[in-house]
């Protein structure tokens, strides 16, 4: 693997390789990186048609096969990678701790000479002709070391506007990293793999004698096969993008959207009662009521875009696997009593 790759290009790779690893459902891990930076960069054919074949075959990559691939075609070296931008940026911080250490000791030259001349004219006698000359003599070495001051303090400024503009880039690269990791590629909303964390937290955050409910909506979008069969995948791909756009919209501030996968989206929130859930949720069937797919040629619509939500409120004790179950039949009830429509998990 070519090692000899310019921040920006490094940086580029890793926007590439995320997403991939995000889509295979793979970790995040030095030796999965680099796998997936090689497939990127496409310098070993081989590498990239086993791994194709493995896909195919498992739908992911697992960690035996990733061990396999890693020792079979890349080695140790090729683990630095992940540690690359970490490096750089360290290495920027050095260098601009250098170039502060070089202005000090310039500065406090320069303080040297502007006491040493003080003294030196104090000393002068005012009525010797010669001290004319002498005070002249002064001013020129004043007038040097200031320029060497000035060019200094110039450079280091400059140094100072590269440094900033290499940590930004390298700053950029790693939040772009994150987000993608924890974003699906699609619809720009929270992805499964985040979903599966945040719910954990979520729960635990359960205080019985806190009035708050954890609260977990799961809604899907009403005969979503019809719209991919009648229009086509494009359209429906365009059809999840609006909806999570209204999703999106209502969630801000308020609560945390994802995409659960395929056409159903799910919602983590706290509310302070049940018919606050209900009403936000509300609020967003109503709008998405108002979407419709249109003709390319009319601008009409020629069918309006529904979901059907289901609503489950967190019970001290409760397991994971329950309260999504609770949300999940929630959501069968909205579709068994006509779709388009809220319904709260019932009690158990």
Request: glycine share 4%.
């Amino acid at each position: 693997m070519d090692f000899n790759t310019s921040l920006s290009h490094s940086a580029q790779c890793l926007k590439q390789a995320i997403p991939l690893l995000v889509k295979y459902k793979i970790p995040v891990t030095p030796i999965n990186y680099a796998i997936w930076y090689c497939y990127v960069l496409g310098s070993n054919l081989a590498l990239n048609i086993e791994l194709d074949n493995i896909l195919a075959e498992h739908g992911t990559c697992p960690a035996s096969s990733a061990r396999y691939l890693f020792d079979k075609y890349l080695s140790d070296k090729d683990l630095a990678l992940f540690h690359q931008i970490s490096d750089n940026f360290q290495g920027t911080l050095e260098s601009v701790q250098i170039d502060i250490d070089s202005t000090l000791a310039s500065s406090q030259s320069f303080n040297s000479v502007l006491l040493q001349c003080k003294s030196d004219l104090s000393a002068l006698d005012k009525n010797d002709i010669s001290s004319f000359d002498n005070v002249l003599s002064y001013v020129d070495k004043l007038t040097e070391e200031s320029v060497v001051m000035q060019q200094t303090a110039f450079s280091f400024q400059k140094k100072l506007q590269a440094a900033y503009s290499e940590i930004t880039e390298l700053k950029q690269a790693l939040v772009s990293t994150q987000e993608a990791a924890v974003t699906d590629q699609l619809t720009g909303l929270l992805n499964r793999g985040k979903f599966d964390d945040d719910i954990v937290v979520h729960i635990n955050q359960f205080i019985s004698s806190n009035p708050i409910s954890k609260t977990l909506v799961f809604l899907d979008i009403d005969h979503f096969k019809q719209f991919n069969d009648d229009f086509g995948h494009q359209k429906g791909d365009d059809v999840l993008k609006v909806v999570a756009n209204k999703l999106s919209r209502h969630c801000l501030n308020k609560a945390n959207a994802y995409r659960y996968g395929g056409e159903e989206f799910c919602i983590l929130a706290d509310f302070k009662s049940v018919s606050e859930a209900l009403n936000f949720c509300q609020a967003i069937r109503q709008d998405i009521e108002k979407l419709s797919v249109k003709g390319k040629r009319t601008g009409k619509a020629i069918r309006n875009i529904t979901a059907s939500f289901g609503i489950a409120f967190y019970k001290q004790k409760q397991s994971l696997e329950d309260f999504i179950s609770c949300a999940d039949k929630a959501l069968y009830l909205a579709k068994a009593h006509g779709r388009n429509r809220v319904e709260i998990a019932p009690a158990i």
